[in-house]
């Protein structure tokens, strides 16, 4: 009799332990998910930017009003993304608290006949804290990327003007 007692013991704690496994993972999917969508989002806001600054610099070249048929939509763009990215965020805190949040609905597994129980809580902070190296690593690349794309838009920038500026006509000399 002790040895099944023993072996149901057994599969309840791995059962246990794979339903507090997929928890993990799926409150880390969520993360990764939110903040894929953040960065997404943040794309989108760089880009409406972009070309608002230029619609801008060019009627100010020109010396043109401004037209608002063509500035609305940049805006509105503007707008929507930064209000994804607010949701996202919110999104994101409960991702992240329910990551962190162990499940304490659950009663907590009892000690049978001097074996020991796993400590599933050990085993949760130990995914969190990877968890949280992972997300350092999320931001170094994003701090990265970001710089990448500065440059582009700077090297851009500079061919814009190159290619705008009228070409002087030289005198040949005499």
Request: hydrophobic content about 35%.
């Amino acid at each position: 009799m002790a040895w099944n007692d023993s072996l149901e013991t057994l599969k309840g704690l791995v059962a246990e332990a794979a339903q507090a496994a997929a928890r993990v993972t799926k409150s880390a999917a969520s993360v990764t998910k939110s903040n894929i969508s953040i960065l997404s989002e943040q794309d989108k806001l760089k880009k409406a930017y972009i070309e608002l600054g230029k619609l801008y610099y060019r009627d100010f070249i020109t010396g043109e009003e401004p037209d608002d048929a063509e500035y609305l939509p940049l805006c509105d763009a503007i707008t929507e993304a930064t209000k994804n990215i607010e949701s996202l965020r919110g999104e994101l805190e409960e991702a992240k608290a329910a990551f962190v949040k162990p499940a304490k609905e659950e009663a907590p597994a009892e000690e049978t006949e001097g074996e020991a129980v796993p400590d599933l809580d050990e085993e949760l902070e130990n995914l969190h804290k990877e968890l949280d190296e992972l997300e350092q690593d999320l931001s170094k690349l994003d701090g990265v990327e970001k710089k990448a794309e500065e440059v582009k838009e700077a090297v851009e920038a500079v061919f814009e003007v190159v290619d705008d500026t009228p070409a002087q006509e030289t005198k040949p000399e005499e």
